[in-house]
């Protein structure tokens, strides 16, 4: 039997992935200036994603949530223009290739976690497709251990910026080996 963890010391510093061993969770902040970048970030990260990942956006309306997915839906090379699913929760989008599908979600207005995001049967579309889902924070991380957190972060109120900042976190032995770095180049 394990004896019990011992309490933090409030003196010492917190433990950091290296001082345990763990490894860290891969991350990467970029400043996007533009719709265009923020398109564009959307094809770059296409080509690191597979069928089977799940890609959750955070972030302010209008933030830049559903033109990132559009740049991923160019880049995965799928059918259909990628709009914002807000009144049909859910939209697919077939690959035109040989790639996974998109399944781009918008949790807005469902209410419940994952019980409501069940009757989508994300969890039976997850292994074969790739699954974005906006405003899924506290609704789908039951989903699976391993996605990628997207935070955008705008200034709010009555301002003209399109400046954005955005945290990419691999989260999960997927992400574990990513190199997000190649995202800001």
């Known amino acids: 039997m394990e004896a019990p963890a011992a309490p933090h010391n409030p003196a010492e510093p917190e433990p950091t992935p290296q001082s345990t061993g763990a490894q860290p969770e891969p991350s990467v902040e970029l400043t996007i200036t533009s719709p265009d970048q923020m398109r564009e970030l959307g094809r770059k990260l296409a080509k690191l994603l597979r069928a089977g990942d799940l890609v959750m956006l955070t972030g302010e309306l209008g933030a830049g949530k559903t033109t990132l997915t559009r740049g991923l839906g160019e880049g995965l090379g799928v059918r259909g223009a990628v709009t914002s699913p807000t009144f049909v929760i859910a939209r697919v989008h077939p690959s035109l290739g040989d790639g996974p599908p998109l399944v781009h979600v918008d949790a807005y207005r469902l209410s419940g976690g994952l ?9 039976v579309s997850l292994p074969e497709s790739v699954i974005v889902v906006e405003w899924g924070e506290g609704k789908v991380e039951e989903l699976t251990d391993e996605r990628l957190q997207v935070v955008i972060h705008r200034a709010v109120g009555d301002t003209t910026d399109e400046v954005r900042q955005v945290t ?8 574990s080996g990513a190199d997000l770095s190649v995202l800001s180049a």
């Open 168 to 175: 990419l976190t691999g989260l999960g032995e997927r992400w």
């Open 115 to 123: 019980d409501e995001m069940e009757d989508l049967d994300l969890d």
